[in-house]
């Protein structure tokens, strides 16, 4: 199969790993493959966002890593979670990444709630369920988006959690059976963003716009 246009992304499934496509007409793949010296230690990756510099950052089974090149050459690093380092990511199990306009980099993860990575310290904050200020509607984090104002949307098992990092807010939101303009559904599989800021929100059972 041929494939033609321009474009420059990653892509990533199980067990294929990670694909770089090259700005080329047809496109030309490279693989990261699990035994080569530039392999992700995994086969089940979730997610991937390349920043405007060129650093990658693949959320995977194993934790977050982070391809970026240096001296012309690529370099990887996974970010795990350490038990005993409240300051390390929540949970290995990565299932969401996003960069807010601001350039903060948000992690969602399986069911440990969200993370903000310190680009300076590289520590993460967490936040979940049961935090006292910024309490998210629920851990089981599937998707995050965020739109022109710098607010986070954040797509979880149980709802939607809207973050403005800014003001130090949040606003949870689930579907209320006596509210027809309520969430349709509480399950959240993905979110869209579109140029005029209405934000499109897919659920398990049915879809909604905001």
Known sequence: MQFTGMMHQMCGWQQTKVFFTQKRNPFVFEKFGRYDSLAIQ???LRCIVREKNGTIWIGSNIGLTRIETVNGQREYKTFKNNEQDQTSISSNVV?????DKFG??????????????????????????????????NDNIRTIKSD?????WI???????????????????QNNPKNKHSLSQNSVHSIFIDKNNYVWVGTFLAALIW
């Open 155 to 173: 797509g979880t098992q149980e709802g939607i959690s809207k973050l403005n990092w800014q003001e130090k807010v949040i606003e949870n939101y």
């Open 95 to 99: 299932t969401a990444i996003n960069i």
């Open 148 to 152: 022109s104002a710098g607010n986070v």
């Open 42 to 44: 995994n086969k089940n």
């Open 104 to 137: 903060n980099l948000w992690v969602g993860t399986q069911s440990k709630g969200l993370n903000l990575f310190n680009r300076n310290t590289e520590r993460f904050v967490r936040f979940n369920k049961n935090s006292t200020n910024l309490s998210l509607v």
